[in-house]
């Protein structure tokens, strides 16, 4: 799954998250920016494989990662995402994803083929 969360409840970060394939009840965190998984998971090893598309992973147990979305969904405050981004270089990758999004969502809109 890919998650984009905000610093407003944590730090900014896009991270991709799968199970992990040698390790039952392990996830995969991966991500683009060392800080978005070194910023969110400070006691977690984080491990860098170079030629990969998220160079950055960690191992994390799932029920950790659980509890960590957990205590994000409880604690969030702001009312409109990409407004609670801080770092700008981040919220335009954001942006674009959105844009992307709301063409695929057009197709779908209510009232256009009932």
Same mark, same amino acid.
């Given at each position: 799954m890919w998650l984009a969360l905000s610093d407003s409840c944590t730090a900014d970060?896009?991270?991709?998250v799968v199970a992990h394939k040698d390790?039952?009840?392990y996830l995969l965190v991966r991500a683009r920016?060392?800080?978005?998984?070194? +910023?969110?998971f400070p006691d977690v090893h984080m491990y860098v494989?170079?030629?990969?598309? /998220?160079? !950055?992973?960690? *191992?994390?147990?799932s029920?950790?990662?659980?509890?960590?979305?957990?205590?994000?969904?409880?604690?969030?405050t702001y009312g409109n995402f990409k407004?609670?981004?801080? +770092?700008?270089?981040?919220?335009?990758?954001?942006?674009?994803?959105w844009g992307m999004m /709301?063409? !695929?969502?057009? *197709?779908?809109l209510p009232g256009e083929d009932e």
């Open positions: 970060a896009w991270l991709s390790k039952p009840g920016h060392p800080n978005h998984i070194s +910023d969110n494989i170079e030629h990969a598309d /998220y160079p !950055y992973r960690a *191992n994390i147990p029920e950790d990662f659980g509890q960590f979305m957990h205590e994000y969904c409880t604690t969030m407004s609670s981004v801080k +770092d700008f270089d981040f919220l335009n990758a954001l942006n674009a994803v /709301y063409q !695929y969502g057009e *197709n779908y």
